[in-house]
């Protein structure tokens, strides 16, 4: 008895055996045919296997993991390749399964990269023999001209970094050019927001050897000023929208301060200038690697951003008091701007229940920014852990009622999001798809939310317009939920002749196979 369904005579007919392969070298544990639809355990352990434990472990204390460790969104590598293709005169290497990077490709190039990705194929015997790891340096030898790049960066993806493909051993210059080499495994780095910081934190620990070795050459914008600021500047981590660090700017200006760059950068030489510093502002709080190297080049770091009043009000403050500024000077800026942010926040009021969540690391920073404008916001999920930077908004955001959720699944945000039914749910594309099948109006973070200015007095009245443009849909998406009713849904969607030819027992068989498998797992385990 085994256990199998036969639904016709297929199993019958006879098989033709043709002749026997020749032996072809056994492919590596966690080698090509696994992904990230294959064990995640079984990739880590064959990764720990090929000597890549430190890095496993650093990532595992960085970014931590749970309640779920499954990336729920993107490859995460997409975050780092995109971190090295906004930069001038950088190169861009990928060495993984053809599958993962025709994806990552697909994706880049959609979001407008327009700059060439390299690619070092692989099969099952250069990956066991070796050879592998020989292909990657002369691909990095032959890129590496001086007149075109200032790095090339080289990414393991899963399969590589499982098989132990050991990226340290590259040169770390050639002909001027910097080599930086990283593992940016599915089974490691559980969002592609981390993965900005994997790479954003590489770069900076090489730009910092660099100046601890000797003088290093200012970005061009320094050179096009005339040499450096006369005043000390704060850097800033995480993307931004490109008015905000204007904004941030104006908002130093009365401290004595001056904005300087953002990380990620868009040239090598601004890893200098940011490092060089009185203060490191983490506007999003997961560049944990990023945070340990302007800590190790002695620059303090200041969680959370100037949101809405008390926002703002604090991170003035908490930047002023670290950069050594005078209380006066503190209240010159609080002065200066808290008046014009409690203006336009009463000039654009939002008026609702909001569920919100995603994936960018500035879910809190919206979040508070909306409660300012007036909102209710009892639901925050964020696909990110949760980090010191981003305390200061959590104890904000928990003490105005929100309920605060790191490292959320897409069950837990659709949980939320179904227990509330808001007027407006905020959030990632399978919420917002299901927001609509309920009727209530939802907006994508992504692209509707993050790419708006959040600081200061010009983010205090920038979420209204759209929020409440959204709030007040509500009947059209009523109406639009009604005219829809009966079509179907889930896997009876769709038009359909006949009754849709539901087969719950097949569902069954299948339940109850998957639940035999796990208890096997588990059985394993436990040997
Ligand atoms: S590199 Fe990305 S797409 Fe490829 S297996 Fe890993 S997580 Fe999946």
Redesign the pocket.
Known sequence: MTGEVRYDRAHEAEVLAGPGREEAPAPPRGGDG????AGAAEMEAAARAAGKSEILDRYAADYPQGPHDK?QSM???FGSLRVGLRMRRVATVLS??A??VY??TFVSHFYGARRSVGYVPFNSETLVTGKLFEDIRDAVHELADPDRYDAVVVTN???PTASGVPLKLLPSEINGVRIVGID????GVPTHAEAKDVLAGAMLAYARAEAEAGPVAAPDHVKAAGGRADRPTVSFLGEMFPADPVMLGAMLAPMGLAAGPVVPCREWRELYAALDARVCAAIHPFYTASMREFEAAGRPVVGSAPVGRDGTAAWLAAVGQAAGVAPERIAAAQNAFLPAVDAALKAAPVKGTITLSGYEGSELLVARLLIESGAEVPYVGTACPRTRAGEADREWLEAHGAKVQFRASLEQDLAAMEAVRPDLAIGTTPVVQRAKELGLPALYFTNLISARPLMGPAGAGSLAEVVNAAIGNRGRMERMRDFFEGVGEGDTAGVWEGEPNLRPDFRAIHLRKLEKQERARKAEEMI
Do not use: D, K
């Open positions: 696994l992904g990230c639809h990336p490859c995460p590598a993984g399964s599958c993962c994806g990552l993806l899963c399969v940016v495994p599915g089974f």
